[in-house]
Structures are given as structure tokens and as C-alpha cells.
């Protein structure tokens, strides 16, 4: 792999001279994006060392190159007619991958085994982990990194972070439960077995607060096992008093609690939220 990554990056350094005319150029390419359709490799991922998120930038050069090389096809399935540069991913019954009609997933995308998608949407450089489920009209941008037993509930968006090639993606952890349309965009982060309760938009401009102490946890990133909600803070300006959004910690989870449904949603309810 040190050698395709190699040859990625010297292509990287002549990028604005190739177009679709440079065979050779798509076929090392393409054999990058294949390892990230197959799971082999990956945009990024967490360093259990320090808990800080790795990008392996040459995957996304290869992805920002790929669109350089490819032209547009047209492709029609039954009434229905797409133009794209981009096939879609193929092979789902033998990769154990439940995938309902009206679900879409991009060619160098990656869905680990006992993944289901509802009628939703899953970008190149994508990864979604074992035994999560993306629900109807979800959608996962381009190199958001999705854990492991994740749900994504119906309209969630995690944004995509494609550019620049160094930019940490959106990272979802193991055995979190996203609400009905909450946003989750450039970069931000949620800590495993975390929920955010429905609504909830997170960047990384966005305070994460510790209802109990007003204690600002940080930007952008919900600690592992919490319950989060979207909430606002009064602030002072020139014109008036206006709010501004923040996502409130409302409650600390032991492990594996989450799972408990009915305790979840009475938490929830308690705070006028649900997921």
C-alpha cells in the first residue's frame, strides 16, 4: 500500500495537468478508491494512543483526483435517468449488507457487514461500521467516519469533508444513537455510546455545555456516553439580546446504558426532547 500511496501523491503534485484523457493516472486511482469501497483501507481513524483523529490525506487526494479523471456517464435504470461521474457500489447480498430500494451508496464507500440503508444516501470515501443502520432520508457526506452499531435516525445529515485533503471528517463512534435530523458537519465529533436527542446541530463552532455545571466541555465534540441536546445561550450584542445555539450535556451514561430504551426516552422526555 506505501507504493499506491506514493504513486497518489506524486499524481497529487501534477493534479491540475491530468484529465480524463490519462488512462494510466485513473487506474492507479482507481485501485486506491477500491481499497476504500472494500474496507481495506480508510480515510481516517481514531489513535487509541492519544484519542485524536488521523486522516490518511492520500486517500482524499485520490478521491479529489478521481473526479479529474472520470467523465460523465448517463445511466438509466428503468424510468429513471442519472448523469454522474461515479458508478455505485455493487456486490451487497455477499457482503452481508441490507440495502432497501431507494437507498443510493457511491462506489469507494465502504459498509461493513450487517449494515442497513433505508431509502438514504452514503458518499464516496464514506465508512459505515458493523450493524448500523442508516434510516430513511439520512444521509452520510463524503469521508464521514460512521462506528459500529450506530443509529442514524430518519433525515439525519453528517456533513461531508472532502477539502482541503487535511481536514478531519465528521467521526461518529461505536454505539451511538443520532436523533431525527439532527446535523452533524465539518469535523465534529461524537464519543462513543453518546445520544443526541433530535434537532441537534453540531460543528465545530458549536459549545458543548455540562447542564449540571456550565462547564463548556468544548467545541464541536460530545464526550463518550452522554445525552446531548440542542439547547441556546443568551448573549449581549450591540442590536440586542439574541441566542445563540449550543448542545447541552444533560445526563452522564454508564456503559451500555443507552441500550435501555425505555429509560432512555423517559430521560429524554423529561427535558422536553426525544430522538
Sequence with gaps: MSDLQTSIESLW?????LGPEDHDALEV???AIDLLDSGEARVAEIDPAT????????????????????????????????ADKLPLKHGY????VRVVPGASNRWGSFL????ICMPSYVNIGARVGAGSMVDTWATVGSCAQIGEQVHLSGGVGIGGVLEPAQAAPVFIEDEVLIG?????????????????GEGTILNPSIPVIDAHNGEELGRGHVPPWTVAVQASRRR???????????????????????HDKARL????????VST
Design 112 to 115: 461493513d457487514r450487517g449494515v
Design 29 to 31: 486511482v482507481s485501485r
Design 180 to 196: 431525527s435530523r439532527c446535523m452533524i458537519t465539518q469535523g465534529a465529533r461524537v464519543g462513543r455510546g453518546s445520544v443526541l
Design 51 to 82: 484519542d485524536r483523529v488521523i486522516v490518511h490525506q492520500w486517500l482524499k487526494q485520490a478521491i479529489l483526483l478521481l473526479f479529474r479523471l472520470r467523465t460523465m456517464e448517463t445511466v438509466e435504470v428503468g424510468p429513471f435517468e442519472f
Design 265 to 272: 426516552n423517559e430521560v429524554l422526555r423529561h427535558h422536553g
Design 236 to 258: 449581549e450584542f450591540e442590536g440586542g439580546e439574541f441566542f445563540l445555539p449550543c448542545v447541552l450535556v444533560i445526563r452522564r451514561l454508564t456503559e451500555g446504558e443507552r
Design 93 to 96: 447480498a455477499a457482503s452481508g
Design 13 to 17: 503534485e501534477r493534479a491540475a495537468e
